[in-house]
C-alpha cells in the first residue's frame, strides 16, 4: 500500500535564501533546524557533515557543493512509499536515486525501487544514508572525487538533514 505524501507547491520559496550571505559560515550559523529527523512531507537541504557540501543538483546530475551560494538545486522533499523514504528535488521535479550500475542520479519521476533510502541515527550525529541492495542495505557515501556519490557497505559517511 503506497502511503499519501504531496508534491510540494511549486510557488513556494525556501526559509533560508541561498542569496544575502556573505560566507557560508554566517548561512550555516542561520539555521535553527538542523540535524532534524528526516521525515515525510519535510523539505530539507542534505549536508556531508564530514566538509560541510550540500547535495546539489548541477547541470541535472548529483553534485556535492562546498560553496553554498553556488548549491544550485539543493532543496529535497522527503516523501515516503511503501515504508521507504524518498527524496524529491523541489524545483525540478526529479527523485534522488541510482541506476542498475549504482550511478547516482535525480531524473526519476517517480518514487521507486532505485529511489528508495532508508536512514539510521549514528552514534555521533547526523545519519546513515541507507540504499537496499538485494539482501542489505548499503551506506550512501562521497565518492573518491569528493564531488559524487558512491556506496560501501561500512564506514560511509553521515548526512545532516536541515529543515528547510
Not at 34 to 49: E, N, Q
Not at 101 to 107: L, V
Not at 144 to 162: A, H, N, Q
Request: proline share 4%.
Amino acid at each position: 500500500m503506497q502511503s499519501h505524501w504531496r508534491f510540494p507547491p511549486t510557488h513556494t520559496s525556501p526559509r533560508f535564501p541561498m542569496t544575502n550571505h556573505e560566507n557560508n559560515e554566517e548561512f550555516w550559523d542561520s539555521l535553527s533546524d538542523r540535524d532534524a529527523v528526516p521525515c515525510s512531507g519535510d523539505t530539507f537541504m542534505i549536508i556531508d557533515r564530514r566538509d560541510s557540501r550540500v547535495l546539489t543538483l548541477v547541470d541535472g546530475k548529483i553534485h556535492l557543493e562546498a560553496d553554498i551560494s553556488q548549491a544550485g538545486n539543493c532543496y529535497w522533499v522527503c516523501v515516503e512509499t511503501n515504508g521507504w523514504l524518498g527524496f524529491y528535488e523541489q524545483e525540478l521535479g526529479r527523485y534522488l536515486g541510482h541506476d542498475f550500475w549504482w550511478n547516482f542520479t535525480a531524473d526519476a519521476l517517480r518514487h521507486e525501487q532505485y529511489q528508495y533510502f532508508e536512514t539510521r541515527r549514528h552514534p555521533d550525529g547526523g545519519y546513515l544514508l541507507l540504499a537496499p541492495c538485494l539482501a542489505k542495505l548499503l551506506q550512501v557515501t562521497v565518492a573518491r572525487d569528493g564531488k559524487t556519490l558512491t556506496t560501501t557497505e561500512s564506514g560511509g559517511v553521515t548526512w545532516e538533514f536541515i529543515k528547510v
